[in-house]
């Protein structure tokens, strides 16, 4: 018996709804080299006949997934929701006796994870008009010897942020299940910003865009990070967090506001104490800002609906309800309407700037800061579980030097029996200096042995 097997077929949106209507992309949208790269593991069958019925009846709903890149003049660009077919690859694998993986939702790149399950799209050119590269593509694999199923996605950021990913595919899971989606439904149509709703002195806030480089400079400075970096991926249980978020200030904080404090606090005091080149002094959050206001998105938006928040300077860096206060402020303070939209049409023009240029975001470390990417308010494994209710779980590859990464815990599987799922806990991953790594996991398992008596509030 072969040791495995591949074949693939196309899959169309119906009823065809697109029209080939044209929505135009907001600067922001210009993600043209990324996609979002995840994985499903199920515990057994995905039926092929229903998931094509469920597939044909999301990209109806969702014509803009089913669409393709359209430019003119080199200045607006398009999807253009021409009712393609989304291209599904079937895999039957003979060799595997299981998924290999434990239940940490967060892998390292290096370990070539995800690449043999998911068929990444390629890098669009916005500017060849007669390029049809599809902008997601699905692939699914059968692990013959233990019946599992595992589904890779690969998603286009042109289309949207990870927020609009899920959302589509949680659209996709409901009509498996032959069940209404949860909703909010779909908005393609997204504000364009204009140059005169910018404010220069906003660009000290987004240094990452300001500062953008070619791809090459870029990859030089993140490989010798990666090298000089280890990564670290801790559990906590939601009773831990609970504990976390009382310290830290209660109700006037989030679970996560206590999380990301408590990991700059440990940082600071065990690693980087007295060291002024390293300490943490300000955190930038990745935040979601749909359902601030319609005019800016609306909840349904499908786009790429996140900014990146500077709070300001720590008024106590070894502080652990000082650090998470200004962390809430901050978030706060990105939620105030005329805020958000002058920090949006601003990187919006300098996203478009950075295309025509030809550059990348700059994502390096910058000194005495650190990236917050909190993914906990999306259940993964939950919404796109085909009805495989806590037993599907959730992958994602990439760790970062200081770029906190965090998400709801997986389900765990012990020998043949599911646990019960702590959903209230979190798993959350980075890299720290090698030298200083042992370090900063002594402390932590101190103070979960302790349960945080001896953390400073």
Known sequence: ?????????????????????????????????????????????????????????????????????????????????SDNPIPVTLVVNNALNKWPRDSNVIVELSENVLSPYVDEIRVIDLADNSQDEPLVRLKLTHIVQSGEWVLGVSWSHILGDAAANLHFLNTLSCYYQQIEPLGPSPIFQRRLWREDEADESFLSLMKQMRDAKPMAEIMKASMGDQQSYDPVNLQFSGEQLARLRTLAGGNSVSVQDA????????????????????????????????????????????????????SDDFDDPYSLSSIAKTIRRSINKSREPKFLGTWIATADGLMRKIFRNKY??????????????????????????????????????????????????????????????DQNGSEIAFRVETDLKEKFLNAWKQDISENFENVKK
């Open 259 to 310: 999380l990301s404090a408590y990991i700059i606090l440990t940082l600071n005091t065990y690693c980087y104490y007295n060291n002024d080149e390293r300490r943490i002094l300000r955190t930038n959050t990745a935040i979601n800002y749909r359902g601030v206001s319609d005019s800016i998105g609306p909840k349904g938006l499908v786009a790429n609906g996140v900014l990146m928040m500077l």
């Open 360 to 421: 990348s975001i700059d994502m390096r470390l910058i000194p005495n800061e650190i990236v917050v990417n909190s993914h906990t308010r999306y259940d993964w494994a939950g919404l796109v579980d085909f009805g495989y209710t806590n037993k599907c779980r959730f992958y994602t590859a990439w760790t970062g030097a200081l770029y906190l990464r965090a998400f709801l815990l997986n389900p765990v599987k012990h020998e043949n029996e599911w646990l019960p799922r």
């Open 1 to 81: 018996m072969a040791s495995s097997s591949s074949s693939s077929f196309l899959v169309s949106p119906s009823p065809r709804t697109g029209n080939n209507r044209r929505i135009e992309l907001a600067g922001f949208d210009l993600w043209t080299g990324l996609h979002i790269d995840n994985l499903f593991v199920y515990p057994s069958e995905i039926n092929i006949d229903r998931f094509k019925e469920a597939l044909s009846r999301t990209l109806s709903l969702w014509p803009l997934v089913a669409g393709h890149i359209r430019a003119e003049d080199n200045e607006h660009y398009f999807i253009e929701m």
